[in-house]
T-cell receptor, first 114, second 112 residues
Framework: GENVEQHPSTLSVQEGDSAVIKCTYS??????FPWYKQELGKRPQLIID?????GEKKDQRIAVTLNKTAKHFSLHITETQPEDSAVYFC?????????????FGKGTLLTVNP | EAGVTQSPTHLIKTRGQQVTLRCSPI?????VYWYQQALGLGLQFLLW???????NRGNFPPRFSGRQFPNYSSELNVNALELEDSALYLC???????????FGSGTQLSVL
C-alpha cells in the first residue's frame, strides 16, 4: 500500500521567514496530494491540494509543488505569521476502484516565533 | 451549514470494555471515513463507508468495526479495549466522487 514520509517532524521559524515541509510517497499511481492544517485542539482542515497533472499550485502565501518523477511534494509558506503555528499533514491517494483511502504523513509541528 | 459532528467529545474507559463513537457527516455527503490519531503517529486510516457499505479498511484488528446508517451517519465500535487504543478518533466525510475530506473535531478516547 501507499506510504507517505514527511520531514521535518518539527520546524521553528521567525515571523516573516519562509517555511518548507517535504513529503515523499511510494505509490506511483497516487494522483491526489492534499495538505491539512491542525491547530492545537482543533480538527484538521484542508488548506491546499494538488493533482498529479499539475506541477505547482499557489494560494496567497501558501504553495505546493509536485515532482512526480521523484515522487515528492512540498508545502511552502511565505511571510509566516504566528497564526500559521500548527501541525501540518501531507497526504496522498489515488482515486478509482474500491480501495480508495487517503494516506497521511506523520505531521510537522510548525512554530512561528513573533 | 453544519460541519461534521462527532460524539462524545471525550471518553474514559477501562481495558477490556467496549466503546461506540458516533459521527454525522455534512449534509449531502455520502462517504464517511474513520481515522485514529495517536500521539506521534499521524492519522491512521481505519475505515471507509459509502452508501451504507464498508468500502475499505486499514490495518487494524477486527475488534475495530463500524457501520453506516441510511441517513449516512456512522458508528465506530471498538471491542476489548487495549491501552494502546487511547487516541483521538477522527471522522471525516466527503461527496462520493470527491477526494476532499472534511473532518470532525474528534472523540478523545482514554483507556485506563
Amino acid at each position: 500500500g501507499e506510504n507517505v514520509e514527511q520531514h521535518p517532524s518539527t520546524l521553528s521559524v521567525q515571523e516573516g521567514d519562509s517555511a518548507v515541509i517535504k513529503c515523499t510517497y511510494s505509490d506511483s499511481a497516487s494522483n491526489y496530494f492534499p495538505w491539512y492544517k491542525q491547530e492545537l485542539g482543533k480538527r484538521p482542515q484542508l488548506i491546499i491540494d494538488i493533482r498529479s497533472n499539475v506541477g505547482e499550485k499557489k494560494d496567497q502565501r501558501i504553495a505546493v509543488t509536485l515532482n512526480k518523477t521523484a515522487k515528492h511534494f512540498s508545502l511552502h509558506i511565505t511571510e509566516t505569521q504566528p497564526e500559521d503555528s500548527a501541525v501540518y499533514f501531507c497526504a496522498a491517494s489515488k482515486r478509482g476502484g474500491s480501495n480508495y483511502k487517503l494516506t497521511f504523513g506523520k505531521g510537522t509541528l510548525l512554530t512561528v516565533n513573533p | 451549514e453544519a460541519g461534521v459532528t462527532q460524539s462524545p467529545t471525550h471518553l474514559i474507559k477501562t481495558r477490556g470494555q467496549q466503546v461506540t463513537l458516533r459521527c454525522s457527516p455534512i449534509s449531502g455527503h455520502t462517504s464517511v471515513y474513520w481515522y485514529q490519531q495517536a500521539l506521534g503517529l499521524g492519522l491512521q486510516f481505519l475505515l471507509w463507508y459509502d452508501e451504507g457499505e464498508e468500502r475499505n479498511r486499514g490495518n487494524f484488528p477486527p475488534r475495530f468495526s463500524g457501520r453506516q446508517f441510511p441517513n449516512y451517519s456512522s458508528e465506530l465500535n471498538v471491542n476489548a479495549l487495549e491501552l494502546e487504543d487511547s487516541a483521538l478518533y477522527l471522522c471525516a466525510s466527503s461527496f462520493r466522487t470527491s477526494e476532499k475530506l472534511f473532518f470532525g473535531s474528534g472523540t478523545q478516547l482514554s483507556v485506563l
